[in-house]
């Protein structure tokens, strides 16, 4: 008796995360407020692993405004589990790391000024990479934390909308 193998391409698997778009404030943000209202997101069943990892592999920003096209800096901060401290600021905030959140950070990504590009009434900033992001939660050990937040002052202006989407390949 004979057997045969069929070797198969399989595919990447990849976890989208797109929080729904937010319409910032008009008051001035300074460098460490948050963009998303309630700072710190969770997104549920990232791994398919209890304590999984993944990489981020693509990260687009895009601002749309009626009037400007702001392109600032800011920045993606991954945890590996719930921070505790005191992170559910407002959407712009400040937000503060404590010593026992900043060892939860499993990476950050950043995305520069010079990252966008401008379209009709809208700034579009899509970087790619390989950062590593990971779980170590007892509790939730397939999820991923993160939180967006400026690196740059900015205000803007009535009607505009910020949306994010991060690409993760599931490892």
């Given at each position: 008796?004979?057997?045969?193998t069929i070797v198969g391409a399989l595919g990447e698997k990849h976890k989208i995360?797109?929080?729904?778009?937010?319409?910032?404030?008009t008051t001035a943000y300074t460098a460490g407020d948050a963009i998303i209202v309630s700072s710190i997101q969770v997104?549920?069943?990232v791994f398919d692993l209890p304590n999984g990892n993944a990489n981020v592999v693509e990260v687009v920003i895009r601002n749309d405004n009626a009037t400007s096209t702001p392109k600032k800096g800011m920045e993606i901060?991954?945890?590996?589990?719930?921070?505790?401290?005191?992170?559910t600021a407002a959407i712009n905030g400040a937000i503060t790391l404590d010593a026992d959140d900043w060892a939860k950070v499993c990476n950050r990504v950043q995305i520069a000024t010079a990252n966008y590009v401008d379209g009709w009434q809208q700034s579009t900033a899509r970087i790619t990479g390989n950062w590593a992001v990971w779980n170590t939660s007892t509790d939730d050990k397939t999820a991923l934390w993160y939180c967006i937040v400026c690196t740059e002052a900015q205000t803007y202006t009535a009607g505009g909308?910020?949306?994010a989407m991060i690409d993760l390949k599931i490892n």
């Open positions: 008796m004979c057997c045969r995360i797109a929080p729904v778009p937010v319409d910032p404030t997104e549920r069943g901060i991954f945890f590996s589990e719930a921070p505790t401290g005191d992170l909308v910020i949306s």
